[in-house]
């Protein structure tokens, strides 16, 4: 089974501020990986897929970049409706996801 | 639009039975894989099951493998979740999820969830 890690598991960020979240897979995925956002009381959201192609209607503040074994979603000016759980996820078979990122308001 | 709307969630004691539905709608069902991903409260998402498109492949998590058939009606635009021998750790929010049909296993549409406890 591949295993997802991300990091950190929790931030502090201002609005207009670039935050850069990774996760780092087990075992090589090349860019099998897609990204999520859950907002408190809603189900995810998917922002980006194929590690870095963008999900119709995600603001294009987001991105995604990374291959092998070693990923990262950044957010290019943090908005105020960022503030989530943040959720990688290996898409190469089975999915399994990382643990979060919850970015928070400084 | 698509939708996914979950249903059958609930109390039920350690060890009983649950099944949950999954009524999907605004797209072509039977064209579709489809999933179950869960979420323990205050923690993250789990994958639990998946079906192909006819219903004839079927995968599961091994924390749940035995214990809970995943099926589909294509007839009916619904996706189910058949839960036996429930344990106090299946207590979680219950989503049903759309692959995305790419090359990949993304997952494009999420249903609102329905809530499982499982307590005594």
């Known amino acids: 089974d591949i295993q997802m890690t991300q990091s950190p598991s929790s931030m502090y960020a201002s609005v207009g501020d670039r935050v850069t979240i990774t996760c780092r897979a087990s075992q090589g995925i090349s860019t099998w990986l897609a990204w999520y956002q859950q907002k408190p009381g809603k189900a995810p959201n998917l922002l980006i897929f194929g590690a870095s192609s963008l999900q119709g209607g995600v603001p294009s503040r987001f991105s995604g970049s990374g291959s092998g074994t070693d990923f990262t979603l950044t957010i290019s000016s943090l908005q105020p409706e960022d503030f989530a759980v943040y959720y990688c996820q290996q898409t190469n078979g089975f999915p399994s996801f990382g643990g979060g990122t919850k970015v928070e308001i400084k | 639009e698509v939708q996914l709307v979950e249903s059958g969630g609930g109390l039920v004691q350690p060890g009983g039975s649950l099944r949950l539905s999954c009524a999907a709608s605004?797209?072509?069902?039977?064209?579709?894989?489809m999933y179950w991903v869960r979420q323990a409260p205050g923690k993250g998402l789990v994958c639990v099951s998946r079906i192909n498109n006819d219903g004839s492949g079927t995968i599961y998590a091994d924390s749940v493998k035995g214990r809970f058939t995943i099926s589909r009606d294509n007839a009916k635009n619904t996706l189910y979740l058949q839960m036996s021998g429930l344990r106090v750790d299946d207590t979680a929010v219950y989503y049903c999820?759309?692959?995305?049909?790419?090359?990949?296993?993304?997952?494009?549409?999420w249903g609102q969830g329905t809530l499982v406890t499982v307590s005594s």
């Open positions: 605004g797209f072509t069902f039977n064209n579709y894989w």
């Open positions: 999820v759309r692959d995305r049909k790419g090359l990949d296993t993304s997952l494009d549409y």
